[in-house]
């Protein structure tokens, strides 16, 4: 490392990570649900696209946002595309708040020290990533947003050949964003 680089570091003055964005090739891994079972990211998206959606347990934003994933997962069943959630906690804790928010999908646990969290370079959760079977990502949203999670559920609903459903019923109060 060079002097520069070191004194850079040690000062604070370093570039932080950029965030993954559409475009970008998605980092592999392999984690494990809550249950312990192995899941990797190359094997799901052998099947189809993957809607990956990282996040954490005592986030009030990732709250929200989850049972609206998890009508995105119904919406999806019939198709060839995944929601899986990437919890930040334990496998405790991460039980309970799927049991809370009644999410069905697979979720997995990020390893001590959020080694797959940094590989993606997250600053927030939740951060939700509709990654292609070719392993790039087509669209990435930070916090819950509205419109991106409308544009993924409408983009896998048509991929699949499925009729379009609202992800989000005309009834429903749903604000156009929240900040993570």
Not at 20 to 25: C, Y
């Amino acid at each position: 490392m060079s002097l520069r680089k070191r004194i850079s570091r040690w000062v604070g003055w370093e570039a932080t990570l950029a965030h993954l964005e559409a475009g970008m090739r998605a980092p592999n891994f392999t984690l494990k649900t809550y249950a312990g079972a192995p899941q990797q990211l190359s094997a799901l998206l052998k099947k189809g696209p993957v809607v990956l959606a990282f996040f954490k347990v005592s986030c009030p934003v990732c709250q929200f946002t989850f049972p609206f994933l998890q009508r995105m997962h119904e919406l999806l069943s019939k198709s060839n595309a995944a929601v899986i959630g990437v919890s930040q906690d334990d496998a405790r804790d991460t039980k309970e708040f799927c049991e809370e928010y009644g999410v069905e999908f697979p979720v997995l646990l990020d390893d001590s020290g959020y080694p797959v969290s940094n590989a993606y370079a997250l600053t927030n959760v939740p951060t939700v990533f509709l990654i292609e079977p070719n392993g790039k990502i087509k669209i990435e949203c930070m916090g819950f947003d509205k419109a991106a999670l409308e544009k993924m559920t409408a983009d896998l609903e048509s991929q699949a050949n499925l009729p379009a459903a609202p992800l989000f019923q005309p009834d429903e109060v749903i604000p156009a964003y929240k900040p993570g």
